[in-house]
């Protein structure tokens, strides 16, 4: 059973014209994944675990396909976000253990000549505030903390690291029209895998 607030999600990106976004930013912990991390001892060395939402990941695909870039901005360094990015195709991640995560958002878009309002980031603590204050789209995870929720124009239904980010990708796409297209692109270029064992997100 989801995690619920008092808050009823806010499902329209209106005033906002979904059309307008040309990137969306990513939060890793309670976002990409639930927020917990496993922390352990092995070979000498400190161990990291993450649990990454599978469907997420093809969401992140999807929103790439529909011709929206995407990165993720993480207040916290963590080989597993590292490694779970590379995966998806990911090339922009910036891990700052200070959280300071709004002058390095601004480096990326300043960067490739996209405006604060043709972005989306999608957060839910604290650390996420000052880039949800900038974007044009804020978004929130269902199970962010109030401060959050009260600047997201659109709250998700699922909570992070639970499907989340497929919602909100699926919505965005498809207030663009644009989420026919990324499926069927999506699957082209998986034909061939769909034969021999099947896509891998």
Not at 51 to 68: E, K, N, S, Y
Request: proline share 5%; glycine share 12%; no cysteine.
């Amino acid at each position: 059973m989801w995690f619920m607030t008092a808050r009823p999600p806010r499902l329209t990106f209106e005033p906002i014209p979904s059309r307008r976004v040309r990137l969306v930013g990513l939060d890793v912990d309670g976002v990409l994944t639930d927020g917990g991390v496993y922390v352990g001892e092995g070979a000498g060395a400190g161990i990291e675990l993450k649990r990454f939402d599978i469907q997420d990941g093809i969401g992140v695909r999807l929103l790439r396909h529909g011709g929206i870039r995407v990165v993720i901005v993480s207040g916290r360094v963590s080989g597993a976000t590292a490694r779970r990015a590379a995966e998806l195709g990911i090339d922009d991640v910036v891990q700052d253990d200070a959280a300071r995560k709004l002058p390095a958002f601004a480096r990326l878009l300043a960067r490739d000549h996209i405006r604060f309002d043709e972005a989306a980031f999608v957060g839910d603590d604290l650390p996420d505030i000052p880039v949800l204050e900038r974007v044009g789209l804020p978004v929130a995870v269902r199970n962010a903390v109030p401060e959050v929720l009260d600047v997201a124009q659109y709250v998700t239904t699922r909570p992070g690291g639970h499907g989340a980010v497929r919602e909100f990708a699926e919505a965005l796409l498809r207030a663009r029209g644009a989420w026919d297209g990324a499926v069927a692109d999506y699957l082209a270029e998986r034909g061939e895998a769909a034969r021999v064992g099947g896509a891998h997100a």
